[in-house]
């Protein structure tokens, strides 16, 4: 079973004369041409259906689109789908509030609940009333569409950047609020799309973290629109790889521009092509052919689990503010250096030290219990922020705990502080997938461990426990006087090695590469 997707974005519908109504049946042939027979046609849309919101331009588009979908599936035995998203023109400020710029004006957190949210998006109800009567759910901030393809599922995730649009914006204002989003396994499906219709740029740098994590967390492939240029290219990092399609406008209401993108999947889903389309005066002439290989998002590939937004966006809080003239906030991300660490036996009697000054990850990595030891202002909390984030992307399911977590040696009480501790930082849903996982998918890192308030014995109860249960166990100290909780606790009691790391003060070299 074949998937193709006909990206169109910026159609700018206004009346019966727009020069896209006359070109509607060079549309159509131009994607039928493109497209296999006997497949499933996605007709994806990423914002500014309309011109100015208004119930007659959706009517106007319902009817071009139904022309189009008609014809493909008349001409191509094609089952033709629909998902669309809202832009910044889907909104009609004529019918604006003054309640609404106020609430606007005062969205400065990235805390806003569904109330605030529907409230605000009010000028976009001729839009809703439109997807909705095209069988695609209007409300949220991230709502879903699935589609099912033979024994395949495909997911497409059409974000609402435009809830908050105004009549005249300005890059870096947009906030998607985190609280909403909806939660993806991506493992479920063949493909999963987000589609939205501004970039990232358009986002509030103070809070488009979260949206930009969820978004390389899960999608294999975005769809954009709004900025009315042409691209396509494979999005990558350390533990993500997304393919980005930016659509150019169908429809330029001050020049002759009108292109799309189609997207052929094979069946295998093993490759796709990549079809762009650009109007030359009397047809929509095929001006280009990309053959790329299909693959899912390297992070979604490897993680069964991914931490919640909040518990990212912790994670990456450096603590304090910091002013920098290229960021309005910085975060523990953007300036963070791995420190050097101190290699020791706790158990030799001459303490030779070994200096471990890269690949910290790795050296760690291969340990099933790691003692970190660092003072106050030793970067202790950051390295162990950082070092749950990189154990996120891996095959396992990482938790973030503090010694004051623990508050009893009971194992019952343990094993709560760590069930509340998986629940905040995942997911209610989740938590017998968490304690059904084997021993080795499973790592904590603790932070403060010196802080539970428990006596030396029923500290290494608490040990003990961890050991038990975790596969890795990363523990962080203040001082040295906490090894000896280390050295009662039975499951450690027997090592002939027991190996701890101290973090270094940062040398020249470090601060200049922090720099």
């Known amino acids: 079973m074949s998937l193709s997707i006909i990206h169109f974005s910026d159609i700018h519908i206004s009346n019966i004369d727009d020069k896209i109504i006359s070109r509607v049946d060079k549309i159509k042939s131009a994607c039928a041409s493109a497209l296999p027979c006997d497949g499933d046609v996605v007709i994806a849309v990423s914002g500014d259906i309309a011109n100015a919101g208004k119930a007659r331009e959706y009517e106007l588009a319902k009817s071009m689109f139904d022309n189009i979908a008609s014809y493909i ?134 809070y488009k973290n979260g949206f930009v994590s969820h978004v390389r967390n899960n999608a294999d492939i975005i769809l954009v629109g709004h900025e009315h240029e042409r691209d396509s290219y494979e999005k990558s990092g350390e533990s993500f790889s997304v393919f980005c399609n930016h659509g150019k406008e169908l429809q330029d209401r001050s020049s002759d521009d009108s292109a799309f993108t189609v997207l052929n999947f094979d069946a295998s889903f093993q490759n796709f092509d990549v079809i762009d389309y650009s109007w030359d005066g009397s047809k929509y002439d095929r001006i280009s052919t990309q053959s790329r290989q299909y693959h899912k998002n390297r992070a979604s590939a490897q993680n069964v ?104 040696s009971d194992e019952a009480k343990i094993k709560d502080a760590i069930e509340k501790g998986f629940v905040n930082q995942y997911s209610v849903e989740s938590l017998e997938d968490f304690n059904q996982l084997p021993k080795e998918n499973r790592c904590v890192i603790i932070d403060d461990f010196d802080l539970i308030s428990l006596a030396q014995k029923r500290r290494s109860t608490v040990l003990d426990y961890l050991c038990g249960f975790f596969g890795k166990v990363t523990i962080f100290l203040s001082s040295y006087l906490e090894i000896p909780t280390f050295l009662t606790a039975k499951s450690l009691s027997s090592l002939t090695q027991l190996i701890y790391y101290d973090i270094l003060p940062l040398g020249n070299r470090k601060r200049k590469e922090m720099i």
């Open 73 to 206: 599936q008349d001409q191509k035995s094609s089952h033709v789908h629909f998902v669309f998203v809202p832009g910044n023109h889907d909104c009609d400020f004529s019918e604006e509030k003054s309640i609404r710029t106020t609430l606007v004006e005062s969205a400065h957190t990235g805390h806003i609940d569904e109330k605030y949210f529907l409230q605000v998006a009010e000028v976009q109800d001729n839009y809703c009333k439109f997807a909705a009567s095209c069988d695609i759910d209007p409300i949220g901030v991230l709502p879903k569409k699935e589609i099912t393809l033979g024994t395949d599922k495909i997911l497409f995730l059409p974000g609402n950047t435009a809830w908050m649009s105004v009549l005249h914006e300005n890059p870096g204002k947009i906030i998607m609020p985190h609280q909403q989003f909806t939660k993806v396994n991506p493992r479920e499906y063949k493909i999963v799309f987000y589609m939205y219709h501004h970039p990232d740029n358009w986002l509030n740098p103070n």
């Open 305 to 408: 689990y991914t931490p919640n937004v909040e518990v990212l966006e912790y994670a990456d809080d450096m603590g304090m503010t910091i002013n920098h003239f290229s960021k309005e906030e910085v975060r523990l991300s953007d300036i963070y250096v791995w420190p050097e660490l101190s290699k020791c036996d706790y158990h030799s009697e001459s303490h030779v030290t070994t200096k471990i000054r890269s690949n910290i990850e790795s050296e760690l990595s291969g340990n099933v219990l790691n003692i970190i030891i660092g003072s106050s202002s030793s970067g202790k909390s950051a390295l162990a922020k950082t070092l749950f984030v990189s154990e996120s992307r891996k095959d396992t399911c990482c938790i973030l705990l503090s010694g004051r977590d623990f508050s009893s």
